[in-house]
C-alpha cells in the first residue's frame, strides 16, 4: 500500500518506520530540511514511561493564580484574540477533576508501557547510536505536602503496573550524589529504575537511516510546504504542496501543531494547541556536579537528563501564541534552576537555549485513529510525550491501517473521545 506520512517529527517518523516495517510504500513529507528539526530537535530527552501523569489535575487549579502573578512561575499565559486558544483553555480545566485525571494516567501508562517495550525490542534489534541510556528517573519534592501527594499516586500507579519506591532527603541524596547541594531543599523523591534517557534528534536519524538504506527504503521528501488536503467524497485524493500534489492509498497527519489547521476545512476539529517550552544543552564540566540518573524538580517543573557529554534541561509551558520565539527571560529563567539545582555540573557561559511548541490536548492523550475520511489517519497531540509514546503510537497506527487490533485499546485515543 502506498502511504504519505505528513511531518518528520519524532511521531512521524516512528510512525513511519512501523509501517515500513509492514512492507507498505512510504513517502514522509517535511518543510524542514531534515527530520526532527522542529519540536523534537532539542526536547526534555527523558523517556518517562511510568510519569505520564497529565497537566490537567485538580492539584493544579489552587497553583494557577500564583503561577500566573509570579514571572518566573513555571507557567506563563499570554492572553490572545485566538479562539482556539480560550477553547483549550476551558476544555483543560474542565479535564482538571480527579476521575478524569484518574483515567487519563491510566490510559497513558498503558500506551507508555507499550511504547517501552517497542523501543527495547528496536534497540535489541538495532544498532541504533542516539545517546541512550536506562538510567531511572528521580522526581524530587521541595515541598513536604506535594510530597505525601505522591505516594499517594504511588500507590495507584503501582496497581497499574508501575514500579516505584519513595525516598527520603537522604536516600535521594544517597541514590544520585549530585543532588547533595540541593539537599536542604529536598523533602523526598519518588524513584523509578525502568525509566530510560535518550537524544530525540539523534534517535530520529538514526531510525531515518534505519529506513532509507534497507530493502524497500522510505522516501523522505524534504523541504515540502504542505498547503491543504484535497478530499473527494469520504475520501483523500491527495495533498497539495509547494512541489506539487501527492497521492497515497492512505495518509497520515503527524504535523503536531500545524496539524489542526490543515484538517479544520475538511470540517475536523483537532483538540491541539502549543505550549511552549525551553530547554539547554550544556556541557559537562564536573562529572560529580551533574546527575547521571534523570532528575525532575516536581515544584518548578524542570527536567535534567544525561546525554552523552551533555546536561539537557527543559522546561516551561507557555500558553503565549503560535511563534517558535525564544524568550531570553524564560532562559534566564532556567539558567537560574539549573544553578540552584546543580551550581558544578557545568559552564554556564556555553549556553544552547532552544525552545518548542508542544502539541498538547486539555487531557493530555494523543488522537489517533481514523477521522471521517476512510483514508485519513491521525497520530498527532503527544504534548510533551512524544519521545515517550511515539513507538506505541507508531504501532498502533500502523495496526490499523494493516487492520490489526491494537495491543492498546483506543478508548480515549480517538478523535471526539
Not at 550524589?177 to 530520529?204: H, N, Q
Not at 510546504?225 to 501527492?246: A, H, K, Q, S, Y
Not at 507557555?318 to 532562559?331: F, N, Y
Request: with cysteine.
Amino acid at each position: 500500500m502506498k502511504i504519505l506520512v505528513l511531518g518528520a517529527g519524532v511521531a512521524g517518523v516512528a510512525c513511519a518506520y512501523y509501517l515500513w516495517k509492514d512492507g507498505h510504500e512510504v513517502t514522509v513529507l517535511e518543510r524542514n530540511p531534515g527530520v526532527a528539526l522542529e519540536t523534537s530537535f532539542a526536547n526534555g530527552g527523558q523517556l518517562s514511561y511510568s510519569y505520564v501523569a497529565p497537566l490537567a489535575s485538580p492539584s493544579v487549579i489552587p497553583k494557577i493564580p500564583p503561577w500566573l502573578l509570579r514571572r518566573d512561575s513555571p507557567l506563563k499565559f499570554v492572553p490572545e484574540l485566538d479562539v482556539e486558544q480560550w477553547r483549550w483553555i476551558l476544555a483543560f480545566l474542565a479535564a482538571c477533576n480527579q476521575r478524569q485525571a484518574d483515567l487519563t494516567t491510566q490510559r497513558l501508562l498503558r500506551l507508555a508501557f507499550y511504547s517501552r517495550s517497542l523501543m527495547h525490542e528496536l534497540i535489541r534489534a538495532q544498532p541504533l547510536h542516539f545517546d541512550y541510556v536506562q538510567n531511572g528517573k528521580l522526581v524530587v519534592h521541595t515541598n513536604r505536602e506535594s510530597f505525601e501527594s505522591a505516594k499517594r499516586l504511588l500507590d495507584y500507579q503501582r496497581s497499574l503496573g508501575a514500579e516505584q519506591e519513595a525516598l527520603d532527603a537522604d536516600a535521594t541524596v544517597e541514590r544520585e550524589p549530585a543532588l547533595t547541594d540541593m539537599r536542604p531543599r529536598i523533602a523526598g523523591s519518588i524513584y523509578t529504575a525502568s525509566e530510560d534517557a535518550g537524544d530525540c534528534f539523534k534517535f530520529c536519524n538514526e531510525l531515518t537511516r534505519l529506513m532509507t538504506t534497507g530493502p524497500n527504503p522510505v522516501t523522505y521528501r524534504f523541504g515540502v510546504e504542505i498547503r491543504r488536503l484535497l478530499p473527494m467524497g469520504d475520501r483523500l485524493m491527495g495533498v497539495e504542496t509547494g512541489n506539487g500534489v501527492f497521492e497515497a492509498d492512505r495518509y497520515v497527519l503527524a504535523l503536531g501543531t500545524s496539524a489542526p489547521a490543515l484538517v479544520k476545512p475538511l470540517g475536523i476539529r483537532l483538540p491541539v494547541y502549543p505550549l511552549k517550552g525551553y530547554s539547554l544543552s550544556l556541557p559537562v564540566t564536573d562529572e560529580s556536579g551533574a546527575p547521571r540518573i534523570s532528575v525532575t524538580d516536581f515544584k518548578r517543573k524542570v527536567v535534567y537528563a544525561r546525554l552523552g557529554n551533555e546536561l539537557r534541561v527543559a522546561g516551561m509551558a507557555d500558553i503565549a501564541g503560535r511563534h517558535a520565539e525564544i524568550d531570553t527571560v524564560r532562559v534566564g529563567q532556567l539558567v537560574e534552576e539549573v544553578r540552584n539545582a546543580f551550581p558544578r555540573a557545568t559552564d554556564f557561559s556555553r549556553l544552547e537555549p532552544w525552545c518548542g511548541m508542544r502539541p498538547a490536548t486539555p487531557k493530555g492523550t494523543p488522537v489517533l485513529g481514523a477521522t471521517s475520511f476512510r483514508n485519513l489517519l491521525l497520530d498527532a497531540g503527544h504534548g510533551a510525550l512524544g519521545f515517550t509514546l511515539a513507538a506505541g503510537t507508531g504501532r498502533v497506527v500502523a495496526d490499523l491501517v494493516a487492520g490489526r487490533e491494537p495491543r492498546v485499546p483506543l478508548e480515549g485515543f480517538r478523535l471526539g473521545d
